[in-house]
């Protein structure tokens, strides 16, 4: 919705309406004030069209997602560096289904940009571990699975990767 420096000089700016509000003793003002400043500072950190675009894919929702992603109109300049890595994540997870070229490029973008959860560096490397089987790099989707299995701590991806090794093994 806003530049990332907008969001920061429209928190700075409502804290300082809240400073005013405490020292006219209007203190659930302030409080209320300084809420809706946390606000800007959360969706500096977090932008809320990624997060939208996430909640639509919680629910399977592809085109919605890619509609909230759309309204992203430059990430380079209005996101922060694991914003950019998130928005070239969700990028390569909607196009991985038709175009596995552009998807891989997304993923590789998305690592290297950095992404927060290591699960989702995890989702990251077996979609690009998937991606290289299917054009027969064998070695490398072998190295990149090994990196996600060192990344998936709870074993949320146990499946998916032993489906993927029984699939190396047909190679």
């Known amino acids: 919705m ?11 700016l409502i804290t300082i309406w809240a400073i005013y509000e405490f020292s006219q003793v209007h203190i659930m003002n302030g409080i209320s004030i300084l809420l809706l400043a946390g606000i800007f500072v959360l969706f500096y950190f977090k932008n809320e069209f990624i997060l939208l675009a996430f909640l639509q894919l919680r629910k399977q929702n592809f085109p919605g997602a890619q509609k909230w992603l759309a309204y992203i109109k430059n990430p380079e300049a209005a996101l922060t560096q694991k914003q950019h890595g998130y928005y070239n994540f969700l990028q390569g997870l909607m ?3 038709t175009n596995i070229s552009l998807a891989e490029k997304y993923f590789k973008t998305a690592i290297k940009l ?14 690009l571990a998937g991606i290289a089987m299917t054009k027969r790099r064998k070695r490398e989707a072998t190295m990149l699975l090994a990196e996600a299995k060192k990344l998936d701590k709870q074993g949320m991806f146990k499946e998916q990767m032993n489906q993927l090794k029984q699939q190396m093994k047909k190679i």
């Open 95 to 97: 196009v991985s289904q």
């Open 114 to 127: 950095g992404l927060s959860m290591n699960h989702d560096l995890a989702l990251a490397k077996m979609q």
């Open 2 to 12: 806003f530049h990332k420096n907008i969001k920061l000089a429209l928190a700075v």
